[in-house]
């Protein structure tokens, strides 16, 4: 069964930088879409970043853009989100998320969920202080 763990997380202040880890077992997606999701609380999940892992395409939400980068090592299985210039608005869980089939069509965060396989992990906190 696949897993995602994510790490990276934690407490900075407004303008710090942060780098997000999401390391997959179980499954390699070397063919497929990730991306990492944002959450506060009331809310529902927001793509922030995905990639295709295939040809490295990335797509960022208009929040992310010029300031985070997504990455992937295929060959170590892990994916990663450079965040720089974060903001109070920021904050929240950050979740990472594979679709489970194969694809290129990675643009914005609606390819999730749409196979009952797709992998999701456990968060890890991300909190901006003014």
């Known amino acids: 069964q696949a897993q995602l763990r994510e790490s990276g997380g934690g407490s900075v202040q407004n303008g710090g930088s942060l780098v997000l880890f999401c390391v997959a077992s179980?499954?390699?997606?070397?063919?497929?879409?990730m991306g990492w999701f944002h959450q506060t609380p009331g809310e529902g999940p927001s793509a922030v970043a995905t990639?295709?892992?295939?040809?490295?395409?990335?797509y960022y939400d208009d929040s992310a853009k010029g300031r985070f980068t997504i990455s992937r090592n295929n060959a170590k299985n892990t994916m990663y989100l450079l965040m720089n210039n974060l903001t109070v608005e920021d904050t929240g869980m950050y979740y990472c998320?594979?679709?489970?089939?194969?694809?290129?069509?990675?643009?914005?965060?609606?390819?999730?969920?749409?196979?009952?396989?797709?992998?999701w992990g456990q968060g890890t906190l991300v909190a901006v202080s003014p």
């Open positions: 998320a594979a679709r489970f089939v194969p694809s290129e069509d990675c643009y914005g965060g609606g390819w999730y969920g749409q196979n009952a396989k797709d992998a």
């Open positions: 990639i295709a892992t295939g040809s490295g395409r990335t």
């Open positions: 179980g499954a390699t997606y070397d063919n497929n879409c």
